[in-house]
C-alpha cells in the first residue's frame, strides 16, 4: 500500500515559520488530491489545506487561510506546507493525506475523502 512520510515540524516560537514536506516511501501512485491534516489531543482531526495533484487547485481551512500555503509536483507526489505566523493555537500533529484517485471533481476537505495516511510529525509553537 501507499506509504506517506511527512518531514519539517519542529519547535518554534509565535510568529515563526515551518515548512513541511511529505513524499511517498515507494514509487509514485494515482491520486487526485492530497492535503494536510492536524490533531491535538482531545480534539478531533481538523483538516488544514489541500491540493488537487493535476490543475493545482488549493484549499484551506478558514483558521490558516492567509498564513499558510500548500503546493505539489503531480509528477512525484509530492506536497508541502509553508507555514507562516504560527500561533500557539497550530501546535498539533501534522498529517500529509492522499485520496486513491479513483474519485475527482469533489472538495477534498473531509477526512473521509483520504485513503492514506502519514504517521505524523509534531509542530509545536510558543507564545
Known amino acids: 500500500q501507499v506509504q506517506l512520510v511527512e518531514s519539517g515540524g519542529g519547535l518554534v516560537q509565535a510568529g515563526d515559520s515551518l515548512r513541511l514536506s511529505c513524499a511517498p516511501a515507494g514509487r509514485p501512485f494515482a491520486t487526485y488530491a492530497m492535503g494536510w491534516f492536524r490533531r491535538t489531543p482531545g480534539k478531533e482531526r481538523e483538516f488544514v489545506a489541500a491540493?488537487?495533484?493535476?490543475?493545482?487547485?488549493?484549499y484551506y481551512s478558514d483558521s490558516v487561510k492567509g498564513r499558510f500555503t500548500i503546493s505539489r509536483d503531480n509528477n512525484k507526489n509530492f506536497v508541502w506546507l509553508q507555514m507562516n505566523d504560527l500561533k500557539p493555537d497550530d501546535t498539533a500533529v501534522y498529517y500529509c493525506?492522499?485520496?486513491?484517485?479513483?474519485?475527482?471533481?469533489?472538495?477534498?476537505?473531509?477526512?473521509?475523502?483520504?485513503?492514506?495516511w502519514g504517521q505524523g510529525t509534531q509542530v509545536t509553537v510558543s507564545s
Open positions: 493525506v492522499a485520496d486513491n484517485g479513483r474519485d475527482y471533481g469533489y472538495r477534498p476537505t473531509r477526512q473521509e475523502n483520504f485513503h492514506y
Open positions: 491540493i488537487t495533484m493535476r490543475n493545482g487547485r488549493t
